[in-house]
């Protein structure tokens, strides 16, 4: 790994336990500059984990994270994240919701005003700033979510199995919509997902995570088309990175196919 | 575009209604067993018991000679007046101290048992002592009311500040939260309805012992008519005053309620 320009997120030999146990060894990974990078294991593996650390929500024991070379300590404001749960506020109302971070560093109101508007404009919200969280479905709340964390103009966005907390059908439509709102404005981005399909779609590359303590088992390129749309699901090359990204996972150790590229 | 939910919950509509639906069976019920009540009662005081004795009709019969008079609405400013002085000092001191209990665990270490401990305390018991300690006049009445609201505010501010969802607190930190916003634009509304029940517990509390004080110490209010009146045997404008208070601890409770809707519209039990 080299924290060459072309780096924006570079993570060495990263390390965490809590007590007695290991979470997370000796992980080495980097994001691009606008590189959407899945990180795909079994529940309770510790990608979440790794992703807080990432976003300076908890602290490595031993390694280090750099985003642009800057040293994660605490969370950086070049960095946004997207939430499971989607953590909005139920007192305040969309608009606040979107507007929490901006407003936190003090950003005049007109350029408040319009970086909300734009956000929610993209997001597809309109006409829904006033209402509360608990008046919109699943759904609408992790686009606000997203909303809140693209308003920052972030040059790293962390996603925390944004969609699993989502019907089927609503999923996969904030997966393209995901895609689309990317191919607008690329940037950096670590998509996490236990969902495997999910990761195969979104990333650019796949990092398959697992074990006990967590390691990274294997790296698939995804040599997919952009803009992808719902055409690339049934394509072989799908398919078939699919496959190897299973067998990544479910594939003990030892025995055949390849563990590494 | 996903599907707006509107949350309306289908309520099964009563069967026998008249106007609109205004009078249903639920809503006449509690009429019914009021009036039937209020019967037994006069009819019994009529047919067994001494003149003096208050009945329903005699206390209609004093409204209007009672609430005629300066005593009544001096009585009742000053027992208003008092209460909801008292409630603002307590709530305010409350919030103020059970955030910092509830966010600061140190803090909680040192606090916690005696506020516990004096929450728990029938307060009644220490009126005789603060009337001795502050004297036989309406600053004993209050300072037994900011007493009465600040001890359960404080509890449920600390437990409501406390129990704050983690995921609120990583969006804070994840977007530039400081302490002052995690604790004022995060803890703080989060455990709105928490701070909401203490304040109408207070209420409930403040009132009771406002009550004792007036009582106990002859301060002037509600509390010391309805001891003066039951004194000269004027039943019937003794319970004038009590049906005041009645009113006026209802209508706290339904000005409570609706005030949490408001505040946390979100928050349903």
Not at chain 1, 46 to 57: D, F, N, S
Not at chain 1, 72 to 91: A, C, D, N, R, T
Not at chain 1, 240 to 254: A, C, I, K, M, S
Not at chain 2, 194 to 215: M, Q
Request: glycine share 8%; net charge positive.
């Amino acid at each position: 790994m080299n924290d060459s320009g072309a780096e924006r997120l570079v993570v060495e030999n990263a390390g965490l336990r809590y007590g007695q146990l290991d979470v997370l060894a000796d992980i080495s990974l980097s994001v691009g500059i606008s590189e959407i990078v899945s990180i795909v294991g079994p529940s309770g593996c510790g990608k979440t984990t790794l992703l807080r650390c990432v976003g300076g929500l908890n602290q490595l024991n031993y390694g280090e994270i750099r985003i642009d070379g800057q040293r994660v300590e605490k969370p950086l404001p070049i960095v946004s994240m997207v939430f499971q749960h989607f953590g909005l506020f139920p007192w305040k109302n969309l608009w606040s919701n979107i507007a929490y971070g901006l407003k936190l560093r003090h950003a005049p109101k007109e350029e408040i005003d319009r970086r909300v508007a734009d956000a929610i404009d993209l997001v597809g919200l309109k006409g829904f700033e006033k209402s509360y969280p608990h008046q919109l479905s699943g759904g609408m709340q992790q686009r606000a979510g997203l909303a809140r964390a693209l308003v920052m103009e972030p040059k790293l966005l962390l996603m925390d199995e944004p969609f699993s907390a989502i019907d089927a059908q609503t999923r996969e439509q904030l997966q393209f919509e995901l895609l689309r709102i990317w191919d607008r404005r690329p940037t950096a981005m670590i998509f996490v997902t236990h969902a495997i399909d999910e990761a195969v779609l979104m990333g650019d590359r796949v990092i398959v995570l697992a074990g006990r303590p967590a390691h990274v088992r294997a790296v698939r390129k995804v040599d997919l088309p952009r803009p992808r749309d719902r055409s690339v699901v049934s394509s072989p090359a799908f398919i078939n990175l699919r496959e190897q990204v299973w067998h990544d996972l479910f594939d003990q150790p030892g025995a055949n196919g390849a563990r590494i590229q | 575009m996903a599907t707006y939910s509107s949350r309306i919950e289908a309520v099964p509509a009563a069967r026998w209604t008249w106007g609109r639906g205004l009078i249903t069976r639920e809503r006449l019920a509690p009429v019914v067993a009021g009036a039937v009540l209020l019967v037994i009662w006069e009819v019994w005081v009529r047919a067994q018991l001494p003149d003096f004795v208050a009945r329903p009709s005699g206390i209609v019969m004093a409204i209007p000679s009672t609430i005629a008079t300066a005593e009544f609405w001096s009585g009742v400013a000053a027992t208003l007046g008092a209460i909801l002085e008292g409630v603002a000092i307590g709530s305010v001191a409350g919030i103020l101290i059970g955030v910092s209990m509830g966010r600061v665990r140190e803090f909680d270490w040192f606090m916690s048992t005696y506020i516990r401990a004096l929450y728990a305390l029938p307060l009644i018991a220490l009126v005789p002592i603060i009337i001795l300690w502050v004297g036989y006049q309406p600053a004993a009445r209050l300072v037994i009311v900011v007493i009465s609201v600040f001890l359960p505010v404080a509890v449920t501010t600390a437990d409501g500040t406390r129990a704050i969802s983690k995921e609120y607190l990583d969006v804070g930190k994840m977007f530039g939260a400081r302490t002052r916003n995690i604790w004022f634009g995060i803890a703080l509304p989060s455990a709105t309805p928490f701070i909401v029940a203490g304040i109408e517990l207070g209420f409930a509390r403040g009132i009771t012992n406002a009550i004792a004080v007036e009582i106990l110490a002859s301060v002037n209010g509600m509390g010391m008519s309805v001891f003066t009146k039951s004194n000269e045997l004027n039943e019937n404008a003794s319970l004038v005053y009590v049906l005041c208070l009645a009113i006026f601890a209802v209508g706290i409770r339904t000005l409570m309620i609706r005030f949490r809707h408001w505040l946390a519209p979100w928050y349903h039990r």
